[in-house]
């Protein structure tokens, strides 16, 4: 859900001062258009870990658009007359009209979240909270209000640092509450809790924008940045004088290059003799642990993604070696068949799944639909985008069922898959695996590449979290396979453990 | 909820023969038309109360369509195999292939509504059961499945008969089960758990449609046509062969003329001397029930809807004269304003909503939506449908917060209308009440009936219901107004009595 957001995103000042005025210009005409048009209004949520910069970003936005037209809205505890009345009821108040804009601080989702954190609300009331608001934001959006939902995150050094910072400046300091550090010696458990509820209202119709706040201007131009962008698209598709644009798949809004994958080290040495002695111990250890007596209530479900070439096969093969061959099954996703293009696209992966005491391997996955599905245009952008929470409600269903959950990315760079092809193509007998459409794909790289960091942002859970796999060395990568399954696997069969929910 | 299926509809041998042939026919070439097409599948579930022929309804099904195309699923307690995977597992094995239907007996419901009825699950799990069970139904739909929901319902009287008639006979003695007997014991309870589900699941996309099932004939020709009509509409909207049809409102699927408001007796004799007394004495006790102590942490929300001169008016002052002026506000609600029209449609609703200690009195209401809006065309269908769960869960929202909400139709007959309309024509201080709209509605009499019907089947919850009034005679009505707000508020106010929720 975060990972994105923890990657340390900087931006220089010349680099802010170079981006501002032009995204302050598009900014403000959008605004203007928003309001001629008047067939629509904007509602930005600002949510998030304190110190994270929600303020300074929504004073920057005032400052960017006409503020005329921005109604700022910052809600505290319920007063007395709001207490009164229904939960939404103060909401409902701060909705803007159409062709306005209203930035909502502190909104429906603070106090839900906050009583979960601190145990006032139980974890099903909360979930029926947090229920409430999806089809609260399912009724807004069919009424055609535009959502732009922003979640401030900031890792927990990042947080502390934060707040220390604010503390020492006395011009500051007030803002630092006692609040403030209570919730902060909680800083798991509300990333936890707030991760759940991200995800559950995390549609197609109203996604969240993770933004990283440890930096000023960076998280300033990206807030910027993806409030136009949003705002574009949606005029775009307006009858009146906008012409409707093709539903092509959203520009990523970036700021940087910084991404999840090109952020990794791909290539980690390992000896080879390092390599054989891990790879038995691991294999040992797997082989005793689904052998052991509590998996045989559990099942093991692995998923396997990654480009043409980055060792999948390999990895699985180093897994499955561990297994007794009537415990596991290898199902290999290639383009359904008729049968199952007759059927929602779930269904053949539903219809595949274990007893109790299995593992099952998927060498690609459901995934397909947001990774191949996506960039391809196989399928719409509405329906790669209520995907995500398809499918975490799927998963939901695997592990409420007592299923453990892996999933790997194995990343490989683009140089590195070429050397592999090259290879294969000598190869006589490997030469079976690699077609014309592996070459066809290495163009499409960047746009798998945005793909995949989008579907590790959405859908990695605290119930079935992504793990990225640096993989051009397949020794390293082999290895990190196999200690990923047996971590997953001792947590979970560790009686007594939760599995990871807030 | 179950309202018109407790008029007793009734078809005879002869109406059911002369229907029989036709809707068989027709159902057999739509289950063609759509195999052809191959372009979706149709899910039916059969869900309902037992003894209330679900199962002898199904075998005439098959017996009227091809049933190579049909697949029936009737899903007993999971067995070891189905208790070993998730929950759904079983069912997403039974879903029908395009162009198939698959009729699913005891399906996703039957389990979460039997835990909750014997409290083998908690309020909140069976709600987010039921939560998850609404997301699950969008995205089939969303997947291009036709869900077509029945729920099969006897009143207790009836169902006591029907199980009492199967055991006579020992040809079918074995059908009734101890578990059928259990739950008889708790039809009440075993209704209102069946009402939030129904309620929280009868969405635009896949609203239920009660069947009567005390007539076996009329719930034949019922189930047929409401399943005919359903993919008729579907198979109209498919693109290729069939010409996209108009979307207007569905036409009602009748078997007989008995509804909800013509199964009425609008004429209740009432003697003046009687009136007086009465309305003194309840006057007096709707006084002091709105000054007791326990009515300063609730709220008081009166809907008023009714046709035009049903008397809203006179029954709303006989109300208010037991009130102190200072705790009630009467809200008319006229077409929207300017303001109002640049917002979602219940904002102006929310923006009366009272404090605590308050009486709001809505003459019409957010059921404009469901009632002019959908008569006059104002609103797309499926912005009206929608609107029945948007409207159940903003009440929702109000009983949480406290309120107690009585809702009112005041029926008159049509002859009754015209003589009022009459003698306000004739009273020159009456006269401005009167117009030209008031005519032209009374051509669309019965759309607005079969309208009002719909509501109440569809929004007459357990936490807000619908009262019905007999209104031509207008001591009546006033009168039957206020015994009801009476007794919802002493209801209300009494300590510790849960507000009829299962």
Known sequence: MFESAELGHKTTKEDYEAAEPALRAALLEAQYDLLDLREFAVVVLINGIDGAGKGETVNLLNEWMDPRHIQTW????????????????????????????????????????????????????????????????AMLVREGVLLVKFWFHLSKAGQKKRLKELEKDERTRWRVTE??????????????????????????????????????????LFV????????????????????????????????DRLTLLNSLTLRQPVERKHYEDELERW????????????????????????????GKGGAIRRVTAALDARQYRIVPIAAPTEEERAQPYLWRFWRHLPRQGKVLVFDRSWYGRVLVERVEGYCAEADWMRAYAEINDFEDQLVAAGAVVVKFWLAISKDEQLTRFKAREAEPHKRFKITEEDWRNRDKWDHYAQAVCDMVDRTSTEIAPWTLVEADNKYFARLKVLRTVCAALSAAL?????????
Do not use: H
């Open 494 to 502: 560790e009686p007594g453990r939760e599995r990871g929910r807030a």
């Open 74 to 137: 910052a809600f505290d505890d319920p007063t007395g007359d709001e207490a009164e009345r229904p939960f939404m009821w103060r909401f409902w108040r701060a909705l803007p009209a159409k062709g306005k804009i209203g930035v909502l601080f502190n909104n429906w989702y603070t106090e839900p979240i906050r009583g979960r954190v601190d145990r006032s609300a139980k974890r099903a009331e909360f979930e029926q909270q947090v229920d409430a608001i999806r089809r609260f934001e």
């Open 283 to 310: 294999q040992g250890r797997l082989a005793l642990l689904t052998r052991s007596e509590a998996f045989r209530q559990r099942a093991l479900i692995l998923v396997f993604e990654g480009a043409d070439a980055a």
């Open 224 to 255: 910027g940045r993806s409030l136009l962008d949003a705002l574009q698209r949606r005029l775009a598709v307006c009858g009146s004088k906008w012409a409707p644009r093709q539903t092509e798949a959203p520009l990523p809004v970036q700021v």
């Open 179 to 220: 609040r403030d550090w209570r919730f902060f010696e909680k800083y798991e458990r509300y990333r936890d809790v707030a991760a759940y509820a991200l995800r559950q209202t995390s549609t197609g119709d109203a996604p969240w924008t993770i933004v990283d706040g440890s930096d000023p201007r960076y998280r300033a």
